[in-house]
């Protein structure tokens, strides 16, 4: 059974990102896979800073997360856009989690896993102009990164009450991206 890791750069309350990852992941979950869906607000850490990695080590948050991307083959990710770019909590995480703690191998959270990507924002693209970055720098960490992606514009209006998108088609195409996600890595 593959498992996968389903997780967003937003630590807001209702997240919109949140909700969209959360969608892809009943998708891989109706494929078989065994899906574990964390938010990143679970997981405080520090801004990275080499000087604080040396004087006290990996924080608690950081290591746990780091853990559960090395557990898991897959990765569903979404993330909202700033500035044209993925959030800076984002890529935090991925900066901690890069990071090589005794003999493991280089990038041992990243390298051979596979991820699909998607972005919801209130904006007309969507946060589609934040995941050309995201697409570049997981390709980078040795992920293979699915080329099918989404992004769901005018996110503000988007989701039912319930977390669902209104948009039928859409949710149908977020659910076909985790399923995508689980038979690749099967």
Request: charge should be negative; glycine fraction near 8%; charged fraction near 20%.
């Amino acid at each position: 059974m593959p498992k996968i890791l389903a997780f967003s750069g937003s630590a807001r309350k209702e997240s919109y990102n949140q909700k969209l990852v959360q969608i892809a992941a009943q998708g891989a979950q109706q494929s078989g896979a065994e899906v574990t869906i964390v938010n990143l607000a679970d997981y405080p850490m520090p801004i990275f800073n080499q000087d604080l990695e040396i004087a006290e080590g990996m924080p608690q948050h950081a290591r746990a997360f780091k853990e559960l991307l090395i557990e898991h083959e897959g990765f569903l990710i979404a993330s909202p856009e700033y500035n044209s770019a993925f959030s800076p909590l984002l890529k935090n995480a991925i900066d901690w989690a890069s990071r090589r703690e005794g003999e493991e191998s280089p990038l041992l959270a990243f390298r051979g896993k596979v991820a699909v990507i998607m972005a919801a924002s209130p904006g007309a693209l969507g946060g589609l102009r934040g995941l050309v970055f995201l697409r570049m720098l997981l390709a980078n960490l040795g992920i293979i990164v699915l080329p099918d992606q989404l992004t769901v514009a005018n996110a503000d209006k988007a989701f039912h009450t319930d977390g669902y998108l209104l948009d039928e088609d859409k949710q149908a195409a977020v659910l076909k991206l985790g399923m995508s996600l689980a038979r690749h890595v099967q």
